[in-house]
């Protein structure tokens, strides 16, 4: 291109620059033949200086893209292909300039006639888009997975529901059918000690489910109180073997070895706690452990754990949990099984609660089964 018409083309360019870049082959120097009069304004660069020596260019380019604008120059000038590179010019406070040009030989030199504009304002608003692109990627996977999670919690809140309905049916119904029994006459006085404890036992079935759902509905919404008072731990846990010998004779289940394992009893363990409640937490994960146990044993105890923590544990060799299950075991409405072909009553409920419990005393709650080879369960309380 005619340097006159370069040059009339290039001073009156509102938003970039025109520029003959020269390198000599021979002495391998390099300089910029023109520069429009806008150029200053849209490098930076000082005029005078690149077209003495066009290697300054160089000096103000951002580190990491010296090497890509050189490798990409040299392609370009090597083959004579167009070249339309965009790089950061200074450091810290940097812009980006791009560069669009055309490379032919004359004689023993190498001439780029180009263009050079400021597009920092379009590579930040690039830059924020996609930005704001990936915000909304992620809002959009948060979404997702709230909505897989609401209709997950959907479903298990009408499994929850139906299996609630039968576990109130089953006691009430028991209760409603021998009332009935107990309205006719001539019934033997055996016969009515044996339908009152019926309905008693249901009754209190039926109880203990309703005190289920409300401390569930109180741990949930974080209006639970405990009512903290001295407990002997040792005494406790002398009643709680009591307690799971009794559940074994009730399952017909004494065949069942159960051990109270006093090997970490400290001699003396009196602490400030809700005796009613830690009672709670123990009697289910004894009952669990006698409901899903149909051979070999049951143990468990505590043992302290530094510097001020007591570690309960009780351990069976039942059924067990699977791995994928045992993450969801502690959530409000889940089982390790549900369905109609559920083998083991009961609403899901036990668990939940106590880890609740657990963790308003201070502590929490884990497992630690393997399937077919019984489980663990540990809890922590302050000493």
Request: charged share 25%; glycine share 6%; net charge negative.
């Amino acid at each position: 291109m005619n340097l006159n018409i370069l040059q009339k083309i290039g001073d009156n360019l509102p938003d970039g620059a025109l520029f003959r870049f020269v390198h000599e082959l021979d002495t391998e120097k390099m300089y910029m033949e023109y520069v429009s009069a806008t150029w200053e304004k849209v490098t930076a660069i000082d005029a005078q200086s690149v077209c003495e020596n066009a290697r300054v260019m160089f000096d103000v380019v951002h580190p990491y893209d010296l090497q890509y604008l050189k490798t990409a120059a040299s392609t370009c000038e090597l083959n004579l292909t167009y070249l339309d590179i965009t790089v950061r010019v200074g450091i810290g406070n940097f812009r980006w300039l791009r560069s669009v040009s055309q490379p032919h030989k004359e004689e023993n030199k190498i001439v780029f006639d180009g263009l050079i504009r400021d597009v920092t304002e379009y590579i930040d608003a690039q830059i924020e888009l996609e930005k704001h692109s990936e915000q909304l990627e992620n809002l959009v996977t948060e979404l997702m997975h709230a909505k897989e999670k609401a209709e997950e919690s959907d479903k298990l809140k009408s499994a929850f529901l139906a299996n609630v309905s039968h576990e109130i049916r089953t006691p009430l119904n028991a209760i409603l059918g021998f009332l009935n029994i107990l309205e006719l006459d001539d019934i033997p006085k055996e016969a009515i000690r044996e339908y009152s404890s019926i309905i008693n036992s249901n009754s209190m079935r039926l109880l203990h489910l309703i005190e289920n759902i409300m401390d569930v509905s109180k741990i949930e919404v974080q209006q639970m109180e405990l009512y903290p008072s001295a407990l002997n731990i040792n005494d406790l846990m002398t009643k709680m073997m009591m307690f799971a010998k009794t559940n074994l004779r009730s399952a017909e289940k004494e065949h069942i070895d159960i051990t109270l394992d006093k090997s970490g009893f400290l001699d003396e363990c009196i602490i400030n706690i809700d005796e009613k409640r830690l009672h709670q937490i123990l009697a289910v994960l004894l009952g669990n452990a006698v409901k899903y146990t149909e051979k070999g044993y049951i143990r468990f105890g505590y043992v302290r754990r530094l510097p001020d923590m007591l570690e309960f544990f009780v351990e069976d060799t039942g059924i067990g949990i699977n791995k994928d299950k045992q993450k969801i075991i502690f959530d409000s409405f889940r089982q390790a099984e549900w369905g109609n072909t559920r083998t083991y009553e009961g609403i899901g409920l036990g668990l939940t609660i106590s880890r609740g419990l657990v963790r308003l005393m201070g502590g929490d709650m884990r497992v630690k089964s393997d399937q077919g080879k019984g489980a663990t369960f540990y809890f922590t309380i302050p000493l």
